[in-house]
Each structure stands twice: as structure tokens, then as C-alpha cells.
């Protein structure tokens, strides 16, 4: 028994200096992490990018952290930040009206729109801290 | 560029009718969609090249491209590809149908009602097209392959918008570097300058056995299949658990199912059988066994005794355990 977890040890600890290894070829992009993750790749397709996987730590690490993610998402329903529900959507329904309205010209204006929000809210906070 | 480039794109010539078959049905869906047949013949092409033809020294039949294109997700591209284009119809459609989607995965991720909403605006905004090239827009939407559901595609952009991943990375140094660099933190942690000759001899020991197990670890590492390592990694270093490991081979055409399950009378009369905690358990179990008889053999090999071997064990894991990180033991610098 305290062989096994001496060997383990080792193991373990060899399996962690390779984490640190990432690959220096290209990373897997979003679109193959997904297709990945959903199980929609043969053998043969997989076998690439399972080899990709075993040499990056990066890429193995992702793949871990959204399996993390889909499992909490699966065991669990229910949505937080339930104060506000119709906030969002008010919120992006005006950016697609925006966006067609205005055409390409108008993704820079709301580019700028946002920014401007988000100097307002800023110095709103600023100044909230300050009047504390 | 792709292997086989000439031969490729033949084979993709000859399933030209498919194509068009396919286009068809999706312009039947959505006849509003401003989608040119050429654009979504080149989609297809890409995703094909992208997945199916990675290896280079395998190329495909037609069949295998048929089966490839008749799996994929054309209606989701189809509307990915009218959203690329800036199609009106199009984007309501999607924010129909996927608007609650985003909201709900958005709010498991972000820390706040503000960061969500942010995070949406941003996603909406780089989805249309937040770079213009060239004077063209550049949507992400063109980065969709259609290989997988637009749902599961959304939902990695989203998780990748807004997780941080603490972590160190380092590119330059390999195995063979660190085992000859071995211990260069933990032999300046341990001696001293008070420390005497024999002292110094025995460190010399240890350092040497350490070296070894590393390096029989290494060599006994490097003989499992790539499927055996990736598990290893998930749960000893990524700490996944059994039940997350679970869920990545419980789909019956899962890859890493198909390697790791041995393919008994029960199995083959159920193939969509759930694979249990427990199974999973019993595959690390065997890959561990199997990694661990190679390490022994590989000791041997690297010239050790039998009870050599039961010393040089017993030092690496003291050695091992003794510090809290990978980093500090081997003293290398790392990336951030």
C-alpha cells in the first residue's frame, strides 16, 4: 500500500511538471474545443486532437475548465440574478435595432455609445465614493 | 495549407451534388437568408479540411466526405453564414432562438448583473462584426465550422470571454531539460554551507535518484496510448472527478469511450449503455497498474536493483512531496 502511494506520488508530481508544458503550435480555436466537448468527432478525427491535448497543458487545461462548466450547468438549473430578468434582453434588442437601423456606421457609434456608458458609470462611482 | 491539397479538393468536386442538395433544403428553411451557394459550398469545404483531413497522411474516400457533410449542423451554419453577412432576418432569427441561451450561460459565468449585461453587448457586438478589414466587417460567426451545434459553439465563446485562467505556462523547457536541471531549487533548499562532505555526498545520492525515477517515469509515460495519458492528466492534475469524466465518454460515439471500453457481449448488444462512475475508475485503475509495472521495468533498465529500486522510490516521493509546487522544485522560470 505504501508502495502504491509512493509510485502515485512520483506519478503525480511528473504529471504536474508536464502541466506547465504548453504546445507552440497553434492552440485549439473555440470552434474545435466546442465540436470537441459535444462528443461530434470520430475516432479519426479525435486522434489529432487528443494528440494535441496530451502535449498542451494550455489547451488540456481549457478542456477541463468546460467540462467543469458543462457539468455545473447540468446539475444545476437554475439562474442567478433573478431581480432583473428582462434587463438584458431590453438591452440587446435595442443593439440589434441599433445596428440595422444605422448600418455599419452604427456599430461605431455604439462602440462609442458604450464607452461613453462606461466612463459615466466610472465617474458616477467615482464620485459616489467621494460623497462617502 | 491543407495535405493533399489537389487530391482534396477533387474529392470535394465530387460531392458537389451533396452540396447542393444540402443548400437546397436550408434555402427551403430560411429562403430569406442572404446566403450565396458559394459561400456555403466554401463553409463546408473548410470544415471538411479542418477536421477530416488533419493527418497527413490520411486522405478520405468520398464516402467518408459524404457521411462528414451529411453530420454536420447545416441549417446552424446556414444561419451563421446569413448572420456573417449582416442579414437582418437573420440575426432576429438568432436572437429568437438563442437570445435566452446566451442570457442563461452568460449568468452562470459573470460575477454581476453588470459584467453579464456587458459581456452580452460585447458578444452581440463581435458576433456582427466588431473589426472591419480591408473595409469588410469581421464577424465571428465566420469562425463557426458547423461541425458541432451553433449552441455548443456560443457557449465556449461565452466561457472564454469571461474566465480568467490563472495559470503559469512555460514553452521552452521539456522533460529532458528538467530531469538535467533536476532539483536546482531543492538542492539550494537542502544544503548549507555548514553542511559536510558526506552530507554533500548524500544529497549527491538522492539528486541521482531522483534523476532516475523522473527519467524511468518519463520512459514508462511515453509507452501508453495517447487516450490512457489524457485521462491521467484529467484526474490527477486537472482534478476532474469521476462523475466529469463520466460525461465526456457517455455519449455512445464518444472517441475516448470507444478506446477505453472492451468491447464485451453486453456492450456490443448495448452500445448507448451509460458508463458509470465506477467504470471510470476502473480504467484509471488499469492505467495506472500498467504505468506503474513500466516504471519499475524502466528502473531496471536505468541499472537499478530490486532494491535499489524500493530506496529510489521511497526518496523521489519523500523528494516530491516535500514541495508545494512543480516551479519551485525544478527552479525554472515560468511564463506568465
Not at chain 2, 60 to 68: H, L, N, S, W
Request: glycine share 2%.
Amino acid at each position: 500500500m505504501k508502495k502504491e502511494e509512493n509510485e502515485r506520488k512520483i506519478l503525480e508530481f511528473y504529471l504536474s511538471a508536464l502541466s506547465l508544458q504548453i504546445a507552440e503550435d497553434e492552440h485549439l480555436d473555440e470552434d474545435t474545443l466546442a465540436t470537441l466537448l459535444e462528443g461530434s468527432l470520430n475516432q479519426r478525427q479525435f486522434r489529432p486532437l487528443m494528440k494535441h491535448l496530451v502535449e498542451c497543458a494550455f489547451c488540456r487545461h481549457l478542456t477541463a475548465e468546460l467540462i467543469r462548466f458543462d457539468s455545473t450547468l447540468a446539475e444545476s438549473e437554475e439562474i442567478s440574478y433573478q431581480s432583473e430578468p428582462a434587463k438584458i434582453s431590453d438591452k440587446v434588442r435595442n443593439l440589434l435595432s441599433e445596428i440595422f437601423q444605422h448600418n455599419v456606421a452604427a456599430v461605431e457609434a455604439f462602440e462609442d455609445k458604450v464607452g461613453e456608458e462606461k466612463k459615466e458609470r466610472n465617474s458616477e462611482g467615482e464620485e459616489e465614493n467621494q460623497n462617502h | 495549407m491543407v495535405p493533399h491539397e489537389n487530391k482534396t479538393d477533387e474529392l470535394l468536386c465530387q460531392c458537389e451534388t451533396l452540396i447542393k442538395q444540402i443548400f437546397e433544403q436550408c434555402r427551403q428553411n430560411a429562403p430569406n437568408y442572404e446566403v450565396s451557394f458559394q459561400q456555403f459550398k466554401s463553409a463546408l469545404e473548410t470544415s471538411v479540411k479542418k477536421y477530416l483531413i488533419k493527418e497527413e497522411e490520411y486522405l478520405p474516400d468520398v464516402e467518408e466526405i459524404k457521411t462528414f457533410l451529411g453530420e454536420m449542423h447545416h441549417q446552424e451554419l446556414f444561419l451563421a453564414i446569413a448572420c456573417a453577412n449582416g442579414d437582418e432576418m437573420a440575426w432576429w432569427d438568432f436572437d429568437r432562438e438563442y437570445r435566452s441561451y446566451i442570457e442563461r450561460i452568460t449568468r452562470k459565468l459573470a460575477s454581476s448583473e453588470s459584467t453579464a449585461e456587458e459581456a452580452i453587448s460585447a458578444l452581440y457586438y463581435e458576433l456582427y462584426g466588431s473589426r472591419i478589414a480591408e473595409g469588410e466587417r469581421i464577424s465571428k460567426f465566420s469562425s463557426y465550422s458547423g461541425r458541432g451545434s451553433l449552441r455548443s459553439w456560443l457557449k465556449t465563446i461565452i466561457w472564454h470571454s469571461l474566465v480568467d485562467l490563472h495559470r503559469s505556462w512555460t514553452v521552452s523547457v521539456s522533460i529532458d531539460e528538467m530531469v538535467e536541471t533536476l532539483g536546482e531549487g531543492y538542492t539550494h533548499a537542502s544544503l548549507t554551507e555548514q553542511d559536510s562532505e558526506s552530507d554533500i555526498l548524500d544529497e549527491l545520492t538522492r539528486k541521482k535518484y531522483l534523476k532516475k525515477s523522473l527519467q524511468a517515469m518519463e520512459n514508462a509515460f511515453s509507452q501508453l496510448a495517447d487516450h490512457e495519458k489524457l485521462i491521467l492528466f484529467y484526474y490527477y492534475t486537472e482534478k476532474l472527478t469521476l462523475k466529469q469524466i463520466a460525461r465526456i465518454v457517455e455519449l455512445p460515439e464518444s472517441p475516448l469511450r470507444s478506446w477505453f471500453k472492451r468491447k464485451t457481449e453486453k456492450r456490443q448488444k448495448e452500445p448507448s449503455s451509460r458508463i458509470h462512475e465506477s467504470t471510470i475508475m476502473r480504467w484509471l485503475e488499469k492505467t495506472y497498474s500498467k504505468i506503474s509495472s513500466l516504471f519499475r521495468e524502466e528502473l531496471k533498465k536505468l541499472g537499478l536493483k530490486q532494491r535499489e529500486i524500493e530506496v529510489c522510490i521511497e526518496l523521489a516521493s519523500q523528494a516530491f512531496s516535500d514541495f508545494s509546487s512543480t516551479e519551485k522544485f525544478f527552479g525554472f522560470n515560468i511564463k506568465k
